[in-house]
């Protein structure tokens, strides 16, 4: 269900933005107006991804609907792995060629790229269109930067700790409900002869995702929020000593037998091959990893449990939260196609989707409503009535 829900997201989403960068005009006349392709004329539009096989059979298919739907359009469709996604997007961003879409993270990833002047304001598009209505306004602000959009949000990535039942229950193995009792755990496999957790740091964002949210919960929201959007004064910028506790309890971590060695030379692609392989019964990972463990015959065999909450002083943010954080499409302000919208190809299709607890939250980190909301959900495509979620 997780993976059909951020599937539809990425339909809405490129959807969005495809129609936002290039909607017919309303009327023809004898010259094309700013940002519209002459009579006869193909608009060609370079949409990047940051894609694997299983989401790229998806989007080459939405694309092709969307393509049938508007046959003024081209989209040139480009995936990359994740790695290479970030070095070949730094590099073309700032070029003078960039692509006209591109996925993007929320944060300061979108906004030093508003910064830079290299992102179209979505704004007008997301009013004609009522996407606060369609999407989570919680969503859509974080792709926000001083009241105006510049990303269309699909998916709400989370961080869970998964865990293999079969081997909790052989270990005679509990779920923490604290961080000491996850500490006690790690000491328990440990002794057993293996590493309790997967860790492929090699590209280091494993590791600055398990600073990120034991800084939240040591240091606190507030010291965050004043920090990470560099509103503090430069001399006091990052020197609350809760990052130094915070980065303790990695070391903590560490010292329990949490992890194994070798883990800044570990890929995370390896790490979740360790732990569908039953090399470590736990591993701290995103939401995206749900289909390759259904793809591993792991559907149903798996448990999922949030960061424990740290019950001692130093631990001043609120131990309820989730680190999380949205991702999305967001369009070039050099694409040769940026009018607003007057007219579309296709009727909007509506779409009532439940959302799933587990992908609505907003913001960075934060722990999900008591119930989500319904909305109703447009795309434009010949197809999309036909969809069902």
Not at 24 to 50: M, T
Not at 243 to 270: H, W
Request: proline share 7%; glycine share 6%.
């Amino acid at each position: 269900m997780l993976q059909r829900f951020v599937r539809l997201m990425v339909v809405l989403a490129i959807g969005l933005v495809m129609v936002a960068c290039a909607a017919p005009a309303a009327a023809p006349s004898d010259a094309a107006p700013a940002g519209v392709a002459p009579a006869g004329e193909k608009q060609v539009l370079d949409l990047w991804f940051n894609s694997d096989d299983l989401f790229n059979q998806y989007n080459e298919k939405i694309i092709a609907e969307f393509e049938a739907a508007n046959p003024d359009i081209d989209i040139v469709y480009n995936p990359y792995s994740n790695e290479a996604y970030k070095t070949n997007l730094q590099v073309a961003i700032g070029s003078d060629d960039p692509p006209d879409i591109f996925f993007n993270w929320a944060g300061d990833d979108t906004g030093r790229y508003v910064r830079e002047g290299h992102l179209l304001d979505l704004t007008p598009y997301a009013d004609q269109y009522a996407w606060g209505d369609q999407l989570s306004p919680a969503m859509l602000a974080a792709f926000s930067v001083d009241g105006a959009l510049y990303g269309a949000p699909y998916s709400q990535e989370a961080k869970y700790f998964y865990y293999h039942k079969d081997m909790f229950e052989e270990m005679g193995l509990t779920v923490p409900t604290t961080f000491d009792e996850l500490l006690a755990l790690c000491t328990k496999v440990s002794d057993a002869g293996m590493p309790a957790l997967a860790f492929g740091n090699q590209e280091r964002w494993e590791g600055v995702h398990y600073m990120t949210i034991f800084n939240q919960k040591v240091a606190g929201e507030d010291v965050l929020a004043a920090d990470y959007s560099l509103s503090n004064d430069a001399d006091t910028l990052f020197t609350d000593p809760g990052y130094v506790e915070a980065f303790k309890r990695l070391q903590a971590m560490q010292a329990a037998g949490c992890f194994g060695d070798a883990i800044n030379s570990t890929t995370p692609d390896a790490a979740l091959i360790q732990f569908v392989n039953k090399q470590t019964p736990m591993y701290y990972q995103g939401t995206w990893i749900i289909g390759s463990l259904k793809d591993n015959d792991l559907e149903g065999k798996y448990g999922m449990f949030r960061m424990p909450p740290m019950t001692d002083d130093a631990a001043k943010g609120n131990q309820n939260f989730v680190l999380a954080g949205p991702v999305g499409l967001e369009v070039s302000s050099k694409t040769a196609y940026p009018r607003t919208p007057t007219a579309s190809r296709c009727a909007p299709t509506p779409w009532i989707v439940r959302l799933p607890r587990r992908v609505w939250w907003p913001s960075l980190m934060i722990s999900p409503p008591a119930k989500a909301p319904r909305s109703g959900w447009t795309w434009c495509s010949k197809t999309a009535s036909r969809r069902s979620t």
